[in-house]
């Protein structure tokens, strides 16, 4: 376990290496092939709470809730809108900066108080809940890279705004090789006026999976929280998360993660009953679910209580640290963004821990429909953390992945120590996961078809995308290009023709759409029957090619040849 702090120096035993922090602020990381990951770590100035007006920091001084002007632009979590059309040229090029910068609106956030208010979102059952006396505290980790100031400090300043004081060790937050300006002095001086928050920054870009392990190697509370660089915490949120682990130490918990508007900044959120649970698709791809029944009734219908998930997002948790370091924190194979959130999810359930959200607990986060930063040129990064994972934990699983790029791996690098590791810890099968944790998992080996659907009249395919910006359009013919992609389709046993989340749904009208998967049968039930028709058994209408085999259409069934299709792998049903 992890020394704490001596004078001056803090050496911090690592499974990867020593970490250590000396006094003249530079810091060594060792991995296992005694590679040294230089980092330099700034010890701050403890002492003053306060934001000292006379500082050059003063451009970046929050609003002081003293004179707090609750109509002022996003308090309350309000939206701030903008016509960006009557800015002057310059504040134009602002605007368009900022969001060319950062993937949402750093002029709007620029115009928000780094502690504006929020509405307490919580339902009523979470605010008169009991959690024990005695909760351990935690330190904070948020990492990094080139993230705007007023977000990145909008972030700290919730935390310590709405956290009871003694429950918060230490935020620490770890930049991962940043260039931009205001995250070298001006937040060196910044933070040096705030208690408990300090500065780690990597001395080379190490990713964000890396840059939480640094976090966590310097970290000293009894648990760590991980958070994203553009947060807000609400009223309430660490108490019911701190509670589980002081239940069970293997216990790792999420806060529902709510929405910030990338442009508006509205704070939006849903109650405890709506509260979605994290899944997976087989291009390992995160996403969203309801609640499934059983889990609902286990706990009494209760909506507030925690909730068991198969998997989290990946950004919000907190862990208690010591377990953390039982389990492995994370594997320092994987670089930059992605894969380090299903390995922690497999790997917590696999090796006898539970993973949870926590409807009592919210947090905010910016969700951007593009990542805005830099990623390493000429390697595909999160195929290469997806093999990492799918080799040490998924077993014969890994192979529904593999399917989907032909089984080309490509350099996923050396996975021995994840696999020593797994072995340690004597854990469960992923079959195993799969059975007990995510049951209502779609498993492409127990389709009934797979594959192409080509129409027998033209030699057409069923062709579609099921990214979800492709939801709600129609599906359309192409012609067979034997490939799999848009054309590879699966029947699964409960009626659904479906690739990852999109189902063919067909509602009325003559077309067929894609739409998410529901699990609910009724539009989404089809069957491919004795005489090669595909039927959609709510309505008994069958599909069909158009005359000029461009189109996929419902017609009554008549058995012509435009209603005739092979789909290229059957299996017994
Ligand atoms: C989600 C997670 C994110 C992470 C990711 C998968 C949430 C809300 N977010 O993506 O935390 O689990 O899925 O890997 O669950 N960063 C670095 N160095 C880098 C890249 C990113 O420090 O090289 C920081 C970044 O500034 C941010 C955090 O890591 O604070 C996560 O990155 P993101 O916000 O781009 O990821 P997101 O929210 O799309
Ligand atoms: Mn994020």
Not at 4 to 33: A, E, F, T
Not at 536 to 542: D, F, Q, R
């Given at each position: 376990d992890v020394d704490k702090k001596h004078d001056g120096l803090i050496v911090v035993p690592h499974k990867d290496g020593d970490v250590l922090v000396k006094g003249d602020r530079q810091g060594i990381i060792m991995d296992k092939n005694n590679n040294a990951e230089k980092i330099d770590h700034k010890e701050v100035n403890?002492?003053?709470?306060a934001v000292n007006?006379?500082?050059?920091?003063l451009k970046f001084k929050p609003t002081q809730r003293a004179n707090?002007?609750?109509?002022?632009?996003?308090?309350?979590g309000k939206a701030v809108s903008i016509?960006?059309?009557?800015?002057?040229p310059e504040e134009r090029k602002k605007f368009d900066d900022g969001w060319q910068n950062n993937a949402f609106n750093q002029y709007a956030s620029d115009m928000i108080s780094m502690h504006r208010s929020l509405p307490?979102?919580?339902?009523?059952e979470c605010k008169t809940e009991k959690y024990k006396d005695n909760l351990p505290d935690t330190s904070v980790v948020i990492c990094f890279h080139n993230e705007a100031w007023t977000v990145l400090l909008r972030t700290v300043h919730s935390v310590l705004d709405r956290?009871?004081?003694?429950?918060?060790r230490e935020i620490i937050l770890v930049?991962?090789?940043?260039?931009?300006?205001?995250?070298?002095q001006p937040l060196e001086d910044y933070v040096a006026k705030l208690k408990k928050v300090k500065v780690v920054h990597a001395k080379?870009?190490?990713?964000l999976i890396r840059a939480r392990i640094l976090g966590y190697s310097v970290a000293v509370g009894d648990v760590v929280t991980f958070l994203d660089s553009h947060c807000e915490c609400t009223e309430g949120w660490l108490e019911p998360l701190l509670d589980r682990i002081a239940t069970n130490k293997s216990n790792v918990v999420c806060p529902v993660i709510d929405v910030i508007e990338d442009d508006s900044f509205k704070y939006q959120y849903g109650n405890a009953r709506s509260t979605s649970i994290g899944g997976f698709d087989w291009n390992l791809q995160f996403n969203w679910h309801a609640i499934p029944e059983y889990e609902r009734q286990r706990r009494n219908n209760k909506d507030h209580l925690p909730v068991r998930t198969p998997t989290m997002a990946g950004g919000l948790f907190s862990i208690s640290r010591q377990y953390f370091t039982e389990i492995g924190t994370?594997?320092?194979?994987?670089?930059?963004?992605?894969g380090e959130n299903l390995e922690l999810s497999f790997r917590v359930w696999m090796c006898g821990g539970v993973l949870e959200i926590i409807p009592c607990s919210h947090v905010g986060h910016i969700f951007r429909?593009?990542?805005p930063y830099k990623w390493r040129s000429g390697v595909n990064v999160v195929k290469k953390n997806s093999v990492r994972l799918a080799e040490v934990?998924?077993?014969?699983?890994?192979k529904y992945y593999y399917e989907r790029f032909n089984f080309?791996?490509?350099?996923?690098?050396?996975?021995a120590d994840r696999k020593k590791l797994r072995e340690n810890l004597k854990c469960n099968s992923f079959d195993w996961f799969v059975k007990n944790?995510?049951?209502?998992l779609f498993i492409?080996?127990?389709?009934?078809a797979s594959g192409e659907i080509r129409n027998k009249a033209k030699p057409m395919c069923v062709d579609s995308s099921?990214?979800?910006?492709?939801?709600?359009k129609p599906v359309n013919m192409w012609p067979?290009?034997?490939?799999?992609?848009?054309q590879f389709w699966m029947l699964s046993k409960s009626g659904e023709i479906r690739r990852d989340d999109g189902c063919l749904d067909?509602?009325?009208?003559e077309n067929v759409i894609i739409y998410p998967?529901?699990?609910?049968?009724?539009?989404q039930e089809w069957q491919y029957r004795e005489d090669n028709t595909v039927v959609?058994?709510?309505?008994?209408k069958c599909m069909e090619t158009s005359a000029d085999g461009q189109k996929l259409l419902m017609k009554p069934?008549?058995?012509?040849d435009k209603q005739i299709w092979k789909w290229k792998r059957k299996n017994s049903s």
């Amino acid at each position: 376990d992890v020394d704490k702090k001596h004078d001056g120096l803090i050496v911090v035993p690592h499974k990867d290496g020593d970490v250590l922090v000396k006094g003249d602020r530079q810091g060594i990381i060792m991995d296992k092939n005694n590679n040294a990951e230089k980092i330099d770590h700034k010890e701050v100035n403890r002492q003053n709470d306060a934001v000292n007006d006379n500082d050059n920091a003063l451009k970046f001084k929050p609003t002081q809730r003293a004179n707090f002007d609750p109509n002022a632009p996003g308090e309350d979590g309000k939206a701030v809108s903008i016509d960006k059309d009557k800015l002057s040229p310059e504040e134009r090029k602002k605007f368009d900066d900022g969001w060319q910068n950062n993937a949402f609106n750093q002029y709007a956030s620029d115009m928000i108080s780094m502690h504006r208010s929020l509405p307490d979102v919580r339902d009523a059952e979470c605010k008169t809940e009991k959690y024990k006396d005695n909760l351990p505290d935690t330190s904070v980790v948020i990492c990094f890279h080139n993230e705007a100031w007023t977000v990145l400090l909008r972030t700290v300043h919730s935390v310590l705004d709405r956290s009871p004081p003694h429950l918060i060790r230490e935020i620490i937050l770890v930049d991962d090789f940043s260039d931009m300006d205001h995250l070298k002095q001006p937040l060196e001086d910044y933070v040096a006026k705030l208690k408990k928050v300090k500065v780690v920054h990597a001395k080379e870009r190490i990713g964000l999976i890396r840059a939480r392990i640094l976090g966590y190697s310097v970290a000293v509370g009894d648990v760590v929280t991980f958070l994203d660089s553009h947060c807000e915490c609400t009223e309430g949120w660490l108490e019911p998360l701190l509670d589980r682990i002081a239940t069970n130490k293997s216990n790792v918990v999420c806060p529902v993660i709510d929405v910030i508007e990338d442009d508006s900044f509205k704070y939006q959120y849903g109650n405890a009953r709506s509260t979605s649970i994290g899944g997976f698709d087989w291009n390992l791809q995160f996403n969203w679910h309801a609640i499934p029944e059983y889990e609902r009734q286990r706990r009494n219908n209760k909506d507030h209580l925690p909730v068991r998930t198969p998997t989290m997002a990946g950004g919000l948790f907190s862990i208690s640290r010591q377990y953390f370091t039982e389990i492995g924190t994370y594997d320092p194979g994987m670089d930059i963004w992605g894969g380090e959130n299903l390995e922690l999810s497999f790997r917590v359930w696999m090796c006898g821990g539970v993973l949870e959200i926590i409807p009592c607990s919210h947090v905010g986060h910016i969700f951007r429909k593009r990542s805005p930063y830099k990623w390493r040129s000429g390697v595909n990064v999160v195929k290469k953390n997806s093999v990492r994972l799918a080799e040490v934990w998924m077993d014969d699983y890994k192979k529904y992945y593999y399917e989907r790029f032909n089984f080309d791996l490509g350099d996923y690098g050396d996975v021995a120590d994840r696999k020593k590791l797994r072995e340690n810890l004597k854990c469960n099968s992923f079959d195993w996961f799969v059975k007990n944790v995510y049951p209502d998992l779609f498993i492409p080996g127990e389709a009934i078809a797979s594959g192409e659907i080509r129409n027998k009249a033209k030699p057409m395919c069923v062709d579609s995308s099921v990214d979800s910006n492709n939801f709600h359009k129609p599906v359309n013919m192409w012609p067979c290009h034997n490939q799999g992609g848009n054309q590879f389709w699966m029947l699964s046993k409960s009626g659904e023709i479906r690739r990852d989340d999109g189902c063919l749904d067909f509602s009325g009208g003559e077309n067929v759409i894609i739409y998410p998967c529901h699990g609910q049968k009724g539009n989404q039930e089809w069957q491919y029957r004795e005489d090669n028709t595909v039927v959609h058994l709510n309505t008994n209408k069958c599909m069909e090619t158009s005359a000029d085999g461009q189109k996929l259409l419902m017609k009554p069934c008549t058995g012509v040849d435009k209603q005739i299709w092979k789909w290229k792998r059957k299996n017994s049903s």
